[in-house]
């Protein structure tokens, strides 16, 4: 029998990665109090595409198999980092730090749907059960408290495009996966973050040049810097030598713990409570997601076994 393996570096440097991505959604709400969010996630992602590319430049991987991908780069780019980085900063800078990271725990669910429509992947049924727990989680999470829930665009619209975002993200997820035959992750990471950048500032142009620079406290500015170099670039390197080292299934377990630190960060630094509601819907959510991206192996081991 195989001995379980020892704590590592990796483990040690993907739970790094969940602290530096949980603390990031209560930074971006309070520098969101001085920029606008279009103009903060403007700078913020040329900051990390500049950033991303150097890496390439001082790693010596070059720009080859681009040419030949351009059109396939500059579509995933757009909706992984334009439209889905409209979605989320609008989302977040409208609902709770502690929401928005509860309902990015369902990504891998839209990424399951999507996979599933394209044939890319089969699901288990009890994967298909985890589809349909995960958006119950979803409900009790929107709905806050028992006995409140109210249809209000104003109320919900922040959850909502933190839910829309998802799809979208997904849609980068899955679409990407044959492109990293041919492309390293890191590659793909830089050259399609600095497509959405490009397509992003039509919308964040205006923004940025209203930005009142001197007026922007250097807290804010420290926020938006961590936000660019922390979250975008060196926890994508992180993930990314997870994934090569010990596979996606395992990377992605991690990603699990970011709704609970992201709940224990809001509140010490923005006095976020969540409702008890709230807190079955993340719980509800989790488990859903662990029964669509890996709980149906346990139902497959039970059949073997008795076969």
Not at 79 to 92: D, K, P, Y
Not at 156 to 179: E, Q
Not at 262 to 284: D, H, K, N, P
Request: aromatic share 18%; glycine share 6%; net charge positive.
């Amino acid at each position: 029998m195989e001995k379980p393996k020892k704590f590592g570096a990796t483990d040690f440097f993907m739970l790094l990665a969940v602290l530096i991505w949980a603390i990031n959604f209560s930074f971006i709400k309070i520098a969101l109090q001085e920029f606008s969010p279009l103009a903060f996630n403007g700078l913020r992602l040329i900051l990390a595409s500049l950033m991303l590319i150097l890496i390439l430049f001082v790693s010596k991987e070059g720009f080859s198999h681009i040419r030949s991908n351009f059109w396939k780069l500059c579509f995933l780019g757009i909706i992984g980092n334009t439209i889905f980085q409209l979605l989320f900063i609008h989302g977040l800078n409208w609902a709770t730090a502690s929401s928005t990271s509860i309902v990015m725990a369902m990504t891998p669910v839209f990424v399951a749907l999507l996979g599933t429509s394209i044939k890319q992947e089969r699901i288990h049924w009890a994967a298909w059960l985890g589809i349909l727990v995960s958006f119950a989680g979803f409900y009790f999470v929107i709905t806050k408290q028992a006995g409140s829930f109210h249809f209000s665009w104003l109320s919900l619209r922040g959850d909502l495009m933190i839910f829309l975002g998802n799809l979208f993200w997904a849609i980068y997820t899955v679409f990407s996966k044959p492109l990293l035959e041919k492309i390293s992750p890191l590659k793909l990471t830089a050259v399609t973050m600095a497509f959405g950048a490009v397509f992003y500032l039509p919308f964040a142009a205006k923004d940025i040049v209203q930005v009142q620079w001197r007026e922007i406290s250097f807290q804010a500015w420290a926020y938006l810097f961590y936000s660019a170099l922390f979250v975008l670039v060196i926890s994508y390197v992180i993930w990314y030598a997870s994934v090569k080292r010990v596979g996606n299934s395992k990377t992605a377990i991690y990603g699990n713990f970011t709704p609970v630190f992201t709940v224990v960060f809001a509140y010490i630094f923005l006095s976020e409570r969540i409702t008890l509601l709230q807190a079955a819907g993340a719980l509800v959510i989790l488990m859903g997601v662990y029964l669509t991206r890996s709980g149906y192996r346990h139902f497959e081991e039970k059949k073997e076994i008795s076969t």
